[in-house]
């Protein structure tokens, strides 16, 4: 994840690190990879980032990690993604347009690529993206404990739900305290 111009990859392990020490290294997990991409996005709306052709988010959706990430074609859509993150093996040639643009479960959407940037009929389904991981649900895939997100059509996923609603107090004073120097990845 690049936080600060600093890049790492998440450690294997859920929630906030247990110890603090002056020379300790802070565990970092994908819980903490979370958090800070919801304070990522949640920055990026109050600054109004985010609208325009440039201002493509920096960080996976899906694994949360900065670094070589590939960028939606699909028009208005600022997310990127790892390549191993979409089981991609290779760049698809030409359009590639994300998971953010059909059903997790049915495929439907306007999507005109399927996961890999192969062709297909794109159809006019409404769709319900989470607003912080890839899964989209059409109106008719939509789970009852989705919560909608205000008038934006997203919605916050169950799996979401879970991490949002945690106490995530620790997670954060780790991320305030952010020192590059203190953090690992294993």
């Given at each position: 994840?690049?936080?600060?111009?600093?890049?790492?990859?998440?450690?294997?392990?859920?929630?906030?690190?247990?110890?603090?020490?002056?020379?300790?290294?802070?565990?970092?997990?994908?819980?903490?990879?979370?958090?800070?991409?919801?304070?990522?996005?949640?920055?990026?709306?109050?600054?109004?980032?985010?609208?325009?052709?440039?201002?493509?988010?920096?960080?996976?959706?899906?694994?949360?990690?900065?670094?070589?990430?590939?960028?939606?074609?699909?028009?208005?859509?600022?997310?990127?993604?790892?390549?191993?993150?979409?089981?991609?093996?290779?760049?698809?040639?030409?359009?590639?347009?994300?998971?953010?643009?059909?059903?997790?479960?049915?495929?439907?959407?306007?999507?005109?690529?399927?996961?890999?940037?192969?062709?297909?009929?794109p159809d006019?389904?409404k769709l319900?993206?989470?607003?912080?991981?890839?899964?989209?649900?059409?109106?008719?895939?939509?789970?009852?404990?989705?919560?909608?997100?205000?008038?934006?059509?997203?919605?916050?996923?169950?799996?979401?739900?879970?991490?949002?609603?945690?106490?995530?107090?620790?997670?954060?004073?780790?991320?305030?305290?952010?020192?590059?120097?203190?953090?690992?990845?294993?």
């Amino acid at each position: 994840m690049r936080f600060n111009g600093d890049s790492f990859a998440a450690g294997g392990g859920r929630g906030p690190s247990k110890a603090r020490g002056k020379q300790e290294a802070i565990r970092l997990t994908a819980d903490h990879l979370h958090l800070a991409y919801v304070m990522y996005i949640e920055q990026r709306e109050r600054e109004g980032i985010g609208k325009s052709p440039g201002e493509e988010e920096s960080f996976c959706l899906k694994c949360k990690d900065g670094g070589d990430v590939l960028l939606c074609d699909f028009e208005g859509c600022v997310k990127s993604y790892h390549m191993r993150c979409c089981s991609l093996k290779k760049v698809p040639e030409g359009l590639w347009e994300c998971p953010r643009h059909r059903c997790i479960n049915c495929g439907s959407g306007p999507s005109q690529t399927d996961s890999q940037g192969h062709k297909r009929e794109p159809d006019g389904a409404k769709l319900r993206p989470c607003r912080t991981c890839p899964v989209t649900y059409c109106d008719r895939c939509l789970p009852e404990a989705s919560m909608s997100e205000g008038d934006t059509g997203e919605v916050v996923c169950v799996d979401c739900q879970e991490l949002h609603h945690s106490d995530n107090s620790l997670l954060e004073r780790d991320l305030m305290a952010w020192n590059p120097d203190l953090f690992t990845s294993t």
